[in-house]
Every structure is written in C-alpha cells, then in structure tokens.
C-alpha cells in the first residue's frame, strides 16, 4: 500500500494481480483492489452506505490520519484511494477507541458503492 498524496498520479503503480481468482475491483477504472478470500464481513456501514471489512487490500493510496466518529465510536482511520483512478474507495483502520472494537485495527473498509465483485468464472465450450 502506497502511502504518498492521494492526488499524485499512481496510475503506472498499479499491479495486475490474483489472477483467475474471484476478487473486488474498483468500479471506475477496474484496478483490482482485494481478493474476494479477505472479506471479512458485509455488514459494515461506509460514508455512502453499505461497507465490506476486509483482511487486506492492494493498488491503494492511503490519505492523512484522522480521528473520525463512526457508528461504533471514534476510530483513528484513514482514507483509501485507488491507484489507478484516485477514486476514494474507502478507509484504512489504524486504531479503535473502545476495546469491543480493536478487531478492526489494521483493516480496511471498502465502500459497496465504489467496487465490483468480480468472480473470473470459466465456462465450458
């Protein structure tokens, strides 16, 4: 993961990866983000709805820590951008607040929104 100015072009940076596997990639310029194996769950929520925590992610930028509200409390995050496009594509979780919520330290969310489930299915001729 690339941490300089989300605003940099980055776009010669991005790697083509997880061949043949089903992953997540950004919805507008279709770099791949994260393996569809490191989903954690869907039940997150993000700025603009629905939220998959993931184990990892890849072709991201990450933007300037901040302490930010969320549902489950302040949480120290930072924003994700995608490499190839710049796009926002979600948030990075350095450090939870509360306890119950350390589990997500080291995490990434990735808003529904900004990507695409790609499954790389084969079809018999």
Known sequence: MASTNPNNDTRSQVISTYHCHPKFICASCSAVLALQDE???????????RGFLMYSAVNVKMGKKEDR???????????????????????????????????????YLLEREKIVKENNWKLDE
């Open 39 to 49: 989903l954690i769950s869907k039940s997150f929520s993000g700025r603009e709805g």
């Open 69 to 107: 509200p969320l549902l489950t409390g302040v949480h120290t995050v930072a924003d994700i951008f995608c490499m190839g496009c710049n796009d926002r594509v979600g948030w990075y979780y350095h450090k939870a607040s509360d306890l119950s919520q350390r589990y997500k330290e080291g995490k």
